[in-house]
T-cell receptor, first 112, second 115 residues
Framework: EDQVTQSPEALRLQEGESSSLNCSYT??????LFWYRQDPGKGPEFLFT???AGEEKEKERLKATLTKKESFLHITAPKPEDSATYLC?????????????FGTGTQLKVEL | DTAVSQTPKYLVTQMGNDKSIKCEQN?????MYWYKQDSKKFLKIMFS???????INETVPNRFSPKSPDKAHLNLHINSLELGDSAVYFC??????????????FGPGTRLTVL
């Protein structure tokens, strides 16, 4: 069965303290891996899509990487405004549909 | 400009009632989705429509009936509401081009509370 696992469940960082979030997956036929950011009371906001092992994408203090079994979201010198829940999702092609299977998320808190 | 919008934002109702949630997207996408996010923040797909045609139905009770009057709108009607239906419901949209992986854009969510 397709599975997406994120770790840690929660992470508390000091401002400027770099770290990484992990998303490991077990799926048959990965079409793409997505990272989203979700703020309290809001919908998920798209960050990155990664398609193949070795691919990397960057946006401000965030950098996403992909291997054959997992993806990392590296946060460099985080600021309090980076506090949010980070969700990863895998795209699986099923019956012609574009289905995303999500992990349970990592809740990140960045403190001054 | 709001890309994917949902109404209402909050919905509080009694068990056994029937309610609807509306979703509209102005991105020109041809595919729309409904997701349910439970109290543990787990987001799970319920339905997907492409050009008004149902293409994904993830073992959702028959009490849930999506309806797509056109490709810019996807509504969710829920009959005989139960306590376990309490959750946040998100609408999303994307392009669907064969097997390509197109980004899904999410609405702000509707928090449903069943008393």
């Amino acid at each position: 069965e397709d599975q997406v696992t994120q770790s840690p469940e929660a992470l508390r960082l000091q401002e400027g303290e770099s770290s990484s979030l992990n998303c490991s997956y077990t799926v048959s036929g990965l079409r793409g891996l997505f990272w989203y950011r979700q703020d309290p009371g809001k919908g998920p906001e798209f960050l990155f899509t990664l398609y193949s092992a070795g691919e990397e994408k960057e946006k401000e203090r965030l950098k996403a990487t992909l291997t054959k079994k997992e993806s990392f979201l590296h946060i460099t010198a985080p600021k309090p405004e980076d506090s949010a829940t980070y969700l990863c999702a895998v795209h699986i092609l099923t019956g012609g549909g574009n289905k995303l299977t999500f992990g349970t998320g990592t809740q990140l808190k960045v403190e001054l | 400009d709001t890309a994917v919008s949902q109404t209402p934002k909050y919905l509080v109702t009694q068990m056994g009632n029937d309610k609807s949630i509306k979703c509209e997207q102005n991105l020109g996408h041809d595919t729309m989705y409904w997701y349910k996010q439970d109290s543990k923040k787990f987001l799970k797909i319920m339905f997907s429509y492409n050009n008004k045609e149902l293409i994904i139905n993830e073992t959702v009770p028959n009490r849930f009936s999506p309806k797509s009057p056109d490709k810019a709108h996807l509504n969710l009607h829920i009959n005989s509401l139960e306590l376990g239906d309490s959750a946040v419901y998100f609408c999303a949209s994307s392009y669907l081009r064969g097997a390509s992986t197109d980004t899904q854009y999410f609405g702000p969510g509707t928090r449903l509370t069943v008393l």
